[in-house]
C-alpha cells in the first residue's frame, strides 16, 4: 500500500538551532517527491520536487534531499518566520495524484 | 495571493443539508483537484478533473460530487452533511493535469456541521 510518514509530528526550535525533518515513503517506482509549507488557515504551498536519489534542492534556510526510501527537510539557522507544518507528498504508485503525510508542526523559538 | 480562488471561506450549516463550495483555478491552468483536510485524517485526496473531465477519483464519500465547467470552475457539492463532514477543503489547480510543477493550492473553505 503507498504510504507517506512523516517525524517528527512537531519539533520546537530555538531560533538559529538546525534540525532536519524526515519523509519515509513506500511506493512502488517513485516518480518524484514534493515538500510544502501549509501556515495555518491557508493551503500548502509549494516548495521543492526532488525526483532521484542522491538530488538536493535548496531554497534559502532550507535544503530537501533525496535517498531510495526517504527524504530529509534540513534548515539551517531557522527563523521564527520558518514557523509552518511541513508536508511532504509522493505520487501514488497507479495514478497520476499525490497522497501527503500528515505533516511536520514546526516550531520556531525567538 | 496563490491565484486559486475558494469561496466562501467560511460556512457553516446544520447536518443533513447541502452545500456547494466553488473554486476557480490559476489563470492558464486546466485541473482541478479537491482534498478534505481534518486534524486526524491529515489531507486526503477526493477527486481530480482535467478541462472538464473527471481524470482520477480518491476517497470521494457519494454523498459528495463534483464537477468542472467548460470556464474551467469547479464545485464541489456535499450533501446528507454529517458532523464528520466538518473540516477545511482545499481546491489545488495544476497546468498539465500532472504532479511534476506542484500543485497551487488555494486558501481553503473551512465547514462546520452542527
Known amino acids: 500500500e503507498d504510504q507517506v510518514t512523516q517525524s517528527p509530528e512537531a519539533l520546537r526550535l530555538q531560533e538559529g538551532e538546525s534540525s532536519s525533518l524526515n519523509c519515509s515513503y513506500t511506493?512502488?517506482?517513485?516518480?518524484?517527491l514534493f515538500w510544502y509549507r501549509q501556515d495555518p488557515g491557508k493551503g500548502p504551498e509549494f516548495l521543492f520536487t526532488?525526483?532521484?536519489a542522491g538530488e538536493e534542492k535548496e531554497k534559502e534556510r532550507l535544503k530537501a534531499t533525496l535517498t531510495k526510501k526517504e527524504s530529509f527537510l534540513h534548515i539551517t539557522a531557522p527563523k521564527p518566520e520558518d514557523s509552518a507544518t511541513y508536508l511532504c507528498?509522493?505520487?501514488?504508485?497507479?495514478?497520476?495524484?499525490?497522497?501527503f503525510g500528515s505533516g511536520t508542526r514546526l516550531s520556531i523559538r525567538p | 495571493d496563490s491565484g486559486v480562488t475558494q469561496t466562501p471561506k467560511h460556512l457553516i450549516t446544520a447536518t443533513g443539508q447541502r452545500v456547494t463550495l466553488r473554486c476557480s483555478p490559476r489563470s492558464g491552468d486546466l485541473s482541478v483537484y479537491w482534498y478534505q483536510q481534518s486534524l486526524d485524517q491529515g489531507l486526503q485526496f477526493l477527486i481530480q478533473?482535467?478541462?472538464?473531465?473527471?481524470?482520477a477519483k480518491g476517497n470521494i464519500l457519494e454523498r459528495f460530487s463534483a464537477q468542472q465547467f467548460p470556464d474551467l470552475h469547479s464545485e464541489l457539492n456535499l450533501s446528507s452533511l454529517e458532523l464528520g463532514d466538518s473540516a477545511l477543503y482545499f481546491c489545488a489547480s495544476s497546468p498539465d493535469g500532472t504532479y511534476k510543477a506542484g500543485y497551487t493550492f488555494g486558501s481553503g473553505t473551512r465547514l462546520t456541521v452542527v
Open positions: 511506493v512502488s517506482g517513485l516518480r518524484g
Open positions: 507528498a509522493v505520487p501514488y504508485s497507479s495514478a497520476s495524484k499525490i497522497i
Open positions: 526532488l525526483y532521484s
Open positions: 478533473y482535467y478541462n472538464g473531465e473527471e481524470r
